[in-house]
């Protein structure tokens, strides 16, 4: 996490300098290569930015779920958030890493990050225009960092387990989801929808699904030792 928050610090500061120097210079078509590159290479850290910030938790004999995730309405079932509801007396230690949810081309990056309860999420503003970021008044996880310049980092701890959607009063076509958990055990899918938990206790567990458009299931599995249980589900949109 570190070496990608330095890459896009590190391009951040060429694209903005860049800037000044093109207003001072007459070399625009250098400035405009040099501008693109490290504007794709920032880009590309922001899209390499976790999705998942938890513990690392190992158990001996643990079991494995693994599945896909499927919907019609969607042809990439991305951004859905897999996750055991309970498991154990879900009481487990904060992660010491950050989250990250950048803002640059005036979109959040990642769209929808998943946390373990306790997670610091940092937000800085990569962008080359001010941004504001807030959750909703009706928020169960309610702040405003106010509107603030480019390089600059603020940054909140979600301590309840819930849905936040994140916002900027500056761009209304920005949003983002944080979604916060109690234990380790969840998994955000990517593109194919595909997903898997690992380093589960044997037992019985609810496991559930949630996405921003589409309607949460739910489904009961079962975990045995050194065995993998596989899942698939199907996911409707919600009315």
Known sequence: MKNICFLILLCFITIVFGLRRD???????VYEDRTRIMQEKLKKAMQDLKREIKIDVKVEDGGTITGNVKSKRMKYPEDVVVFIEEIGDNDYPAPE????????DRTFVPHVI???KGTVIDFPNSDLVRHNVFSPQDSC???NLGTYDVGVVKEVTFDKSCQVPILCNVHAEMSAFVTVFNNPYFVVTLRDGNFEIDNIPPGNYTLKTWHEKLKSVTQEVRVETGKTTDVSFVLKKKK
């Open 23 to 29: 207003v001072q210079g007459d070399n625009r078509t």
């Open 97 to 104: 890493q950050h989250g990250m949810i950048g803002q640059f």
């Open 114 to 116: 998943a946390v373990q």
């Open 141 to 143: 996880k309610q702040f």
